[in-house]
C-alpha cells in the first residue's frame, strides 16, 4: 500500500521561499509521479506540477512557472515543492499526490491521482 | 487550460436519495476524467477514473458515466458518511484541471 508522509506547517513572510517535503513508501510503480495540489481556505485544487523521479522528468503548470521548483530524491523515496516569492494568496494546503504510469512523458500518463498525502499548511503573512 | 464546471454547487438530500452530480468540460475530454471526494479535514480519495472505473475499495453505490464534454457522479442510497465536497478533474491534458467542487450535505 502506497503512503505519503509531509512535512509540517510552516510560516513564511511575503517574498520569502518555502519548501516543502513528501516521503513516500510502498508501491509497485517504479515509474510513479509525484505532483503537488493545492487548496486554499474554503476554495477547490488547484494543479502545480509534478515530477517523475525515476526519469526526473518534470510538469509546472503555466500559472506557477519561474516561481515552483519540484524536485525528487530517489535514495530517500522523497519528492520536494518548492515556491519562491510568496504572496499572501499563496497561503494553502499543500498536498502530494501519487500518480501511477509508465510513460516518461507527461502527456502519456493516465492523470489520476490515486494516494494523497495528508497536507502541509503553508500561511504567508507578514 | 480546460475549464471543468460543476453543478450544483452544494446540495442537500436526505439519506437514501439518489443524487447526481453533472461536470462540464469546456472542450472534447474523451474519457479523461476522475472524481474525488473530499470529506472535511482529510485529503481527497479518489473514487471513479477514466469517467466510470470505480477504483478499488468503493462501494458500488458510486456510478460515473459520461464522455465527451459531460459526465456525473450519481450516489444511490445516499448515506451519512457520504457527507463531503466532489470534485471532477480532467487529464485530457496539462495542466490537469479540477472542477469547482459540489459540496453535498444530508437534510
Known amino acids: 500500500q502506497v503512503h505519503l508522509v509531509q512535512s509540517g506547517a510552516e510560516v513564511r513572510k511575503p517574498g520569502s521561499s518555502v519548501k516543502v517535503s513528501c516521503q513516500t513508501s510502498?508501491?509497485?510503480?517504479?515509474?510513479?509521479?509525484i505532483v503537488w495540489v493545492r487548496q486554499a481556505p474554503g476554495q477547490g485544487l488547484q494543479y502545480l506540477g509534478g515530477i517523475i523521479p525515476v526519469f526526473g522528468t518534470v510538469d509546472y503548470a503555466q500559472t506557477f512557472q519561474g516561481r515552483v521548483t519540484i524536485t525528487a530524491d530517489r535514495s530517500t523515496n522523497t519528492a520536494y515543492l518548492e515556491l519562491s516569492s510568496l504572496r499572501s494568496e499563496d497561503s494553502a494546503l499543500y498536498y502530494c499526490?501519487?500518480?501511477?504510469?509508465?510513460?516518461?512523458?507527461?502527456?502519456?500518463?493516465?492523470?489520476?491521482?490515486?494516494?494523497w498525502g495528508q497536507g502541509t499548511l503553508v500561511t504567508v503573512s507578514s | 487550460d480546460i475549464q471543468m464546471t460543476q453543478s450544483p454547487s452544494s446540495l442537500s438530500a436526505s439519506v437514501g436519495d439518489r443524487v447526481t452530480i453533472t461536470c462540464q468540460a469546456r472542450?472534447?475530454?474523451?474519457?479523461?476524467l476522475s472524481w474525488y471526494q473530499q470529506k472535511p479535514g482529510e485529503a481527497p480519495k479518489l473514487l471513479i477514473s477514466?469517467?466510470?472505473n470505480l477504483e478499488t475499495g468503493v462501494t458500488s453505490r458510486f456510478i460515473g458515466s459520461g464522455s465527451g464534454t459531460h459526465f456525473t457522479l450519481t450516489i444511490n442510497g445516499l448515506r451519512a458518511e457520504d457527507v463531503a465536497t466532489y470534485y471532477c478533474?480532467?487529464?485530457?491534458?496539462?495542466?490537469?484541471?479540477f472542477g469547482q467542487g459540489t459540496k453535498l450535505e444530508i437534510k
Open positions: 477514466d469517467a466510470s
Open positions: 499526490a501519487w500518480q501511477s504510469g509508465y510513460s516518461s512523458d507527461w502527456s502519456q500518463r493516465s492523470g489520476y491521482f490515486q494516494h
Open positions: 472542450l472534447d475530454i474523451s474519457n479523461y
Open positions: 478533474q480532467q487529464y485530457d491534458s496539462l495542466p490537469y484541471t
Open positions: 510502498g508501491g509497485a510503480f517504479a515509474t510513479y509521479a
